[in-house]
């Protein structure tokens, strides 16, 4: 029989850069052009706004999977702190998350290819989709292997775009479409052109870039050392919100006046595209294309995991819980992949509204996650305090900073019923969470009406 432990396979140079990789992904290099065309330069401390809350929910989660050394994922912490409905429907909701994630980037991925080959966007997803299966099925330290170049690439795609876009300022370079300078950032309407409005529009975007940071949490059960590698990886999140964010998008739009961007290509491409060496946007579009590669193979390593974890705790079939003889749970990847492929359909029958679609989708079931985990931290402090004597990784400003940032996710919710383009995604979520509590009241029924029989 097979074993049925996940093996800690994952090295503290794994974890770090599987941190990197879930903070850098589709939302920042495609998503952004987006957003920026919302809020113009104020996208910025939409970034700063959303990347402080999102650090600090990463706080809470870090104190609270190491208080317990038996926790695997925030569905064992909702399971002790909220019950088996809130760990059912949470463990499911965040499976979902990454499925909506994962179908985003394939269908980024489709785009990308767009950029060298007239085909549709569906094939190429279909393709990337098949190979990342391939590979997932081998074993979790290749997919740390994985991460680790692929995150790699990405950093130091925007360590060369801030550094070139440094000497550009300096140089006062003209491109295309003007000279490169600071006052980009507010002589085209200023740094609100589009009020108040459009830089509340952009946050469900913004959210989007940040989904994965959590994935740190869902890799514990594989880190070889979790009490050292989790709170390093956590520490350093501000650094990185500050510089891969906040830095980038200054250096994007020192260099583009914020007009020029579009909506539906990726502003690094552009970038690079301006400054004049003719084989750039090329390379950059292949690490945006690495990137959306990347954050598909997060997906379908967290969903996988996440059901496993499921099977283990009977809140799914117990086959999701089967390991194969590399110790990956491999019934839980395929039903994953074959989800996931619905994205390639959506590319292919709705292509100009496929990705604005599954973003907001997995926003909104991102709030509800890391809510959970804002929730369970502040029930941990009320009712855990031998815990919390013995914590040597504090997350700090509790219990203010847990209903600050719990206000602010509500308040993304409440934009997103405003504006016009995510209100029906809004609306047809809650249909996700209601299927949800009804088959766990049915399971929960089930169960009794067996017990009584036997």
Not at 53 to 58: D, N
Not at 76 to 81: F, K, Q, R, S, W
Not at 162 to 170: E, P, Q, S, T, Y
Not at 228 to 253: D, E, H, Q
Request: glycine share 8%.
């Amino acid at each position: 029989m097979a074993q049925q432990e996940l093996k800690r396979e994952l090295k503290n140079r794994h974890v770090q850069l599987i941190a990197i990789g879930g903070t850098i992904g589709t939302g920042l290099f495609l998503g952004s052009g987006k957003a920026i065309q919302l809020a113009g330069p104020s996208i910025i401390f939409a970034y700063l706004i959303v990347g402080i809350a999102v650090f600090f929910v990463m706080r809470a989660l870090g104190e609270l999977l190491l208080s317990k050394a038996g926790y695997q994922s925030f569905t064992d912490i909702a399971e002790d702190y909220l019950g088996p409905r809130a760990a059912f429907v949470t463990g499911w909701t965040y499976w979902f998350c990454w499925i909506m994630v994962a179908m985003a980037d394939v269908i980024a991925v489709g785009l990308y290819v767009q950029y060298w080959f007239d085909i549709p966007q569906w094939i190429p997803a279909i393709i990337c989709l098949i190979i990342l299966l391939g590979l997932n099925l081998l074993t979790v330290k290749l997919f740390g292997e994985l991460e680790f170049w692929f995150a790699l690439i990405k950093v130091i795609t925007i360590l060369v775009l801030i550094g070139i876009g440094v000497i550009l300022l300096v140089m006062g370079f003209k491109t295309d479409v003007g000279t490169v300078t600071v006052q980009n950032l507010w002589q085209h309407g200023g740094l609100f052109p589009n009020g108040i409005s459009g830089f509340l529009l952009s946050f469900q975007m913004v959210v989007f870039a940040y989904v994965g940071v959590e994935l740190v949490g869902v890799s514990a059960a594989e880190t070889a050392n979790p009490e050292k590698n989790i709170p390093s990886a956590i520490n350093k999140i501000p650094v990185r919100i500050l510089f891969f964010y906040v830095g980038a998008l200054i250096i994007l739009l020192c260099v583009n006046p914020w007009t020029e961007l579009n909506a539906a290509e990726s502003p690094f491409v552009k970038t690079f595209g301006l400054v004049g060496i003719p084989v750039a946007a090329g390379i950059i579009n292949f690490v945006v294309l690495t990137s959306a590669a990347s954050a598909c193979n997060s997906g379908m390593f967290s969903t996988s995991r996440i059901l496993f974890n499921l099977g283990k705790n009977d809140q799914a079939p117990a086959k999701f819980a089967k390991l194969n003889k590399n110790y990956v749970p491999s019934n839980a990847l395929w039903v994953s992949a074959l989800v996931v492929s619905v994205g390639a359909l959506l590319s292919k029958l709705i292509p100009e509204q496929a990705f604005g679609i599954v973003t907001t989708i997995s926003a909104i079931c991102f709030i509800w996650v890391w809510g959970v985990i804002l929730i369970c931290h502040l029930r941990y402090k009320k009712t855990q305090p031998k815990l919390q004597a013995k914590s040597k990784f504090k997350a700090p400003f509790t219990p203010f900073i847990n209903y600050a940032v719990l206000t602010l996710f509500a308040a993304i919710l409440i934009i997103m019923l405003v504006a016009e383009e995510t209100r029906p995604a809004l609306l047809l979520t809650p249909l996700w969470f209601i299927l949800l509590f009804t088959l766990y009241s049915y399971r929960r029924k089930t169960e009794k009406s067996i017990k009584l029989s036997a």
